[in-house]
């Protein structure tokens, strides 16, 4: 018989013992490392993740012990709370843009425009989407220079700060604006320039004002101190009349001119509220205001000739042309002095190079023309003490189209009479329109 071998045995069981114990002790060696380092990450990487997908509200959970886990979740922790505390920053910043009153816009170091705020969209009619990923050249009215942009370019580029007061920029729908604009660079930590900001308050219904009052307070004064003269001299002439049949007649000149005041002060009035009520929001067609206005003339008017000549397309415009025509027209049949008065109204498109397509109108009369001081004025545009017009109708026709966008000029024909010319933003073309001839 074979004796037991104990000594195999217990060999036996010892490697099975210390391979269970080995089995043991990595079991228990993962149940600590999924709970003390597993786990913990797991839940601070869902953490971060709900915050990074923008749950400011969640929190981030801390675990207090001393070693790299409890050090990463702390570190988390603050994280979170100086980013929360940076958005919060920048949404009152943006809110604080955004309900300026000035037009707010950001370039990037090209000038290209990535931000507007809402005052932007309301005063260039440009919405946020048309206006990103342009440049501010959108806004280039054409009445300032290139060399005026040359010297803005290199103020900003330099790194200086560039101001202007009385800018003029072109709204979306062509009417002018003016407005007082400053443009400061942006940069980063190293100084790099990295963009452009730029503020911009429109400044037009101050600009408008000021024209009125220093037109307004000139013809008013010229006009009134004529009128007061006469009546001062008609008076004096009474005052040493002997016969009574020429103190009525001076009595009549004197009521005459008193009412002629009483007429100037009425239009100076009409004037201004129909320049503060005349802001078209909406494009009008130019071919039926014009034989709107013709038809309306010629029933005020029967002894005079009113011709239209419109182009088959329907040309439409953002300017009040009914209040401008009726002006031009009114003026033109009232101060004729021929047996037949006659007014023609012509009208075009054209496109000049690069420009804009631009309503031609054209007004043409056989009177006596418009006084030369009176065409010099509007091509000034403004008033000075040796300079000034008499007539209140011709500032508000280019107060309402200077306006919108165009701009007036008055011609002597080669025969007889007046030739005015409006160049106005063309806006859309419509539906064939025949033309008429009256």
Not at 312 to 317: E, G
Not at 408 to 436: K, M, N, W
Request: charged share 25%; glycine share 6%; net charge negative.
């Amino acid at each position: 018989m074979r004796q037991p071998t104990y000594g195999n045995d217990t060999l036996r069981l010892f490697s099975i013992g210390s391979a269970v114990a080995g089995i043991f002790g990595l079991a228990l060696l993962y149940v600590l490392i999924d709970k003390h380092i597993i786990q913990p990450l797991v839940q601070l990487i869902q953490d971060i993740q709900q915050v990074a997908r923008g749950d400011f509200d969640t929190s981030i959970t801390v675990y207090e012990s001393a070693d790299e886990v409890g050090a990463l979740s702390r570190s988390a922790r603050e994280m979170k709370s100086q980013l929360v505390a940076r958005i919060h920053e920048a949404e009152r910043f943006e809110q604080g843009i955004n309900y300026a009153g000035h037009a707010i816009y950001i370039t990037d170091a090209d000038g290209v425009i990535e931000y507007v705020n809402p005052s932007f969209e309301d005063i260039t009619k440009y919405s946020a989407a048309e206006a990103i990923g342009q440049t501010p050249s959108i806004l280039k009215s054409g009445q300032q220079s290139e060399s005026y942009y040359d010297e803005l370019w290199g103020t900003i580029l330099d790194g200086d700060v560039w101001e202007d007061k009385e800018i003029i920029n072109r709204r979306k729908n062509g009417e002018l604006f003016y407005a007082d604009e400053t443009i400061a660079p942006i940069t980063d930590r190293n100084d790099e320039l990295v963009g452009f900001v730029a503020t911009m308050i429109d400044r037009t219904e101050q600009q408008i004002h000021q024209q009125q009052t220093q037109a307004l307070s000139r013809v008013l004064r010229h006009n009134l101190r004529t009128r007061l003269n006469l009546i001062d001299g008609y008076a004096s002439e009474i005052l040493a009349a002997d016969d009574p049949s020429t103190c009525i007649d001076y009595a009549q000149d004197i009521r005459t001119q008193a009412r002629r005041m009483v007429e100037l002060g009425n239009k100076a009035n009409q004037t201004v509220k129909k320049v503060a009520d005349t802001v078209q929001e909406d494009a009008v067609s130019v071919s039926e205001t014009i034989e709107s206005v013709a038809a309306a003339q010629r029933r005020r008017f029967p002894e005079a000739t009113i011709k239209t000549d419109v182009p088959p397309s329907q040309l439409a415009v953002v300017v009040d042309i009914e209040t401008v025509l009726e002006e031009l027209v009114e003026n033109a049949l009232e101060h004729n002095d021929q047996a037949r008065p006659k007014v023609t109204i012509r009208v075009s498109n054209q496109r000049a190079d690069s420009t804009a397509p631009t309503v031609r109108i054209t007004i043409e009369d056989n009177g006596p023309g418009i006084p030369r001081n009176e065409r010099r004025v509007l091509r000034e545009g403004e008033e000075t003490p040796l300079l000034h017009g008499s007539g209140l109708g011709l500032w508000m026709v280019y107060w309402i189209v200077t306006r919108g966008g165009g701009d007036i000029s008055i011609e002597e024909r080669d025969s007889r009479g007046t030739r005015v010319i409006l160049r106005l933003p063309q806006q859309s073309a419509a539906t064939p329109h025949d033309t008429c001839e009256h």
